[in-house]
């Protein structure tokens, strides 16, 4: 039913074969969402700003069938383990917090469906996406369960609709006061080509990225775990020297994109301490994605590269959402003869840092990256060469997953 090749296909024969193992029949409709990766525009999404990203080929895949009663049964196909609850009333619960994903996305379909959702389900989801790598597996979690849902119950959904139901399953939920860049990302994905975002008007367009460039993903296996409270904390401090600027400068500021770094420079020193700081980062993120966009339709890779380094060295020293395992994969990176730009993906803290870079060189690079960081931290980051991936979508519904 779906004109675009199948993604992952060893990932999604497990899957139906596990879920027949477990329910004894096939699911009614399977759905699959990408991980993602941040190019340019970290931290800016709920500062009303512009992001460069990309969905990625690997993500995960979310089987569902329609069952007797009011009861979910919601199989982890990694773990093996599944936990149940009643889809008019999910509930957060701290352990398989796994499982909150979906209970948060199964609320706002509720909410969306006239009159409640009605009957229960039986699903199990499974992926490739490394876990606490920083390419963003929840949102493939909530998209892929949203979308494979929504068509369960026959619900209607436009793209940012589904979007915001999986941005506030991660505030409801699982307690991260995340923007939309995740889902977004997931859900507008294009091989080929990079999802350019305004967070304020929500307009989305893709950029294409040319056929002689690539990125490198260096999952660091460094600890990344949004919920601990950094993330928010970051956001607070952006929120409040927003209000600031608001105060300070003449023209009508509603978040950290309508400062200038011009007017940061001129009034930071009112704000002080760590909000100061914070600010800086978004501010200058929407600039160089936007210097980003110009250099990328003038098909300048080098100065595009060069911001990647940029927005990095920005997150290190004002956001300070890098770590010492980040900033080491980034260092080698510059020093390492191919590499075009480096920066770390995502929230930060930990995960993931993403090279740009010609397909040609990316064998050589992934071993000097691997070798100097075994030297540093006694293991290789692990590597892998990804491309810009089609974003989420239904695979399979009733009849074709026999």
């Not at 004002?318 to 010492?324: G, V």
Request: charged share 20%; proline share 5%; glycine share 12%.
């Amino acid at each position: 039913m779906n004109a675009l090749p199948m993604p992952n296909p060893s990932v999604y024969d497990e899957l139906l074969r596990k879920f027949r193992g477990q329910y004894g029949r096939a699911p009614d409709v399977v759905a699959y969402a990408p991980g993602r990766i941040e190019v340019l525009g970290n931290h800016t999404d709920y500062n009303e700003g512009f992001v460069l990203s990309a969905a990625i080929d690997c993500g995960t895949f979310f089987a569902a069938a329609t069952s007797a009663g009011g009861e979910c049964r919601l199989m982890a196909g990694d773990l093996m383990h599944e936990v149940a609850f009643p889809v008019r009333a999910p509930v957060a619960a701290p352990e398989h917090g796994w499982s909150n994903y979906v209970k948060g996305v199964l609320a706002g379909l509720n909410e969306a469906a006239p009159g409640g959702l009605k009957g229960g389900f039986d699903a199990l989801f499974l992926g490739n996406i490394p876990l606490g790598s920083g390419l963003s597996s929840s949102a493939a979690l909530e998209m892929s369960a949203g979308l494979a849902l929504a068509r369960l119950y026959g619900l209607a959904l436009e793209p940012v609709a589904l979007a915001r139901i999986g941005q506030a399953a991660e505030h409801r939920f699982a307690g991260v006061k995340c923007g939309l860049l995740d889902q977004i990302s997931s859900l507008y994905g294009r091989a080929g080509k990079l999802v350019e975002t305004d967070f304020r008007t929500l307009t989305v367009k893709t950029v294409p990225l040319g056929t002689d460039v690539c990125f490198l993903m260096c999952n660091t296996h460094a600890r990344h775990a949004l919920v601990d409270g950094e993330y928010n904390r970051r956001r607070q401090d952006c929120e409040a020297a927003a209000a600031y600027f608001a105060r300070v400068l003449p023209g009508p500021v509603k978040a950290l994109r309508d400062v200038t770094w011009a007017d940061w420079q001129a009034h930071q020193g009112g704000l002080g301490g760590s909000a100061a700081r914070r600010a800086a980062h978004p501010i200058g993120e929407n600039a160089r994605v936007l210097a980003g966009a110009r250099l990328l339709a003038a098909c300048d890779l080098s100065g595009f590269g060069r911001l990647m380094f940029e927005s990095h060295e920005s997150s290190r020293v004002y956001f300070e959402n890098s770590c010492p395992e980040l900033d080491a994969v980034v260092a080698a990176a510059a020093r390492t003869p191919g590499v075009l730009g480096a920066r770390l993906s995502g929230g930060g803290f930990g995960g993931s840092v993403v090279v740009l870079l010609h397909p040609r060189d990316a064998a050589d690079v992934a071993a000097v990256l691997a070798r100097e960081y075994a030297l540093l931290f006694g293991r290789p980051c692990e590597t892998r060469v990804i491309q810009p991936s089609d974003g989420a979508r239904v695979i399979a519904d009733a009849g074709t997953t026999r």
